[in-house]
T-cell receptor, first 109, second 113 residues
Framework: EDKVVQSPLSLVVHEGDTVTLNCSYEVTNFRSLLWYKQEKKAPTFLFMLTSSGIEKKSGRLSSILDKKELFSILNITATQTGDSAIYLCAVGGAQKLVFGQGTRLTINP | EPEVTQTPSHQVTQMGQEVILRCVPISNHLYFYWYRQILGQKVEFLVSFYNNEISEKSEIFDDQFSVERPDGSNFTLKIRSTKLEDSAMYFC???????????FGSGTRLTVV
């Protein structure tokens, strides 16, 4: 059975801290790994990773995939209160995404 | 930026009633999906749709569920006889053939009472 596991489930840090969110997976027919930010409703797209070892960056966020060890990390540097959200990792197979349970990140001022 | 539009944003229905959730995917996307998220739980795949037919469905997607693309722009999810446990946020998503990221709609919160 396809499985995506995120850790930690919950994280509380102070503004300005750097955080690392983890995602490990066991999925048949791996095509891609995606990170989403979910605040109130819809997950909003952050990154799609398909190749090992190539870092994707967007402002203070970055992510990398290790296809040998079957995991990915999402880093957020200099966190701000607006980064508070649930971060979802999803792995794309042939026809669908399999989601992890999410990491609830809270940034305190 | 193109977006996936879902209506209604919130629907309350009585147990046993039929509901239709509507989605307008991004216009040049060809792959369409429904996912649901029960409160406090992970996002779960329901069904994928391509070339006017279901390409994959999950165990959740039993005979009470159906999908349709009635007019080339809308993509609907019908639940024939709703149960209390169908209460969830239902997300529509679409993606292009280029293997890009999935774009999600803002969801329909379905409450079955």
């Amino acid at each position: 059975e396809d499985k995506v596991v995120q850790s930690p489930l919950s994280l509380v840090v102070h503004e300005g801290d750097t955080v690392t969110l983890n995602c490990s997976y066991e999925v048949t027919n791996f095509r891609s790994l995606l990170w989403y930010k979910q605040e109130k409703k819809a997950p909003t797209f952050l990154f799609m990773l398909t190749s090992s070892g190539i870092e994707k960056k967007s402002g203070r966020l970055s992510s990398i995939l290790d296809k040998k060890e079957l995991f990915s990390i999402l880093n957020i540097t200099a966190t701000q209160t607006g980064d508070s959200a649930i971060y979802l990792c999803a792995v794309g197979g042939a026809q669908k995404l399999v989601f992890g349970q999410g990491t609830r990140l809270t940034i305190n001022p | 930026e193109p977006e996936v539009t879902q209506t209604p944003s919130h629907q309350v229905t009585q147990m046993g009633q039929e509901v239709i959730l509507r989605c307008v995917p991004i216009s040049n996307h060809l792959y369409f999906y429904w996912y649901r998220q029960i409160l406090g739980q992970k996002v779960e795949f329901l069904v994928s749709f391509y070339n006017n037919e279901i390409s994959e469905k999950s165990e959740i997607f039993d005979d009470q569920f159906s999908v349709e693309r009635p007019d080339g722009s809308n993509f609907t999810l019908k639940i024939r006889s709703t149960k209390l446990e169908d209460s969830a946020m239902y997300f529509c998503a679409s993606r292009s053939t280029g293997g890009g990221g999935y774009t999600f709609g803002s969801g329909t919160r379905l409450t079955v009472v």
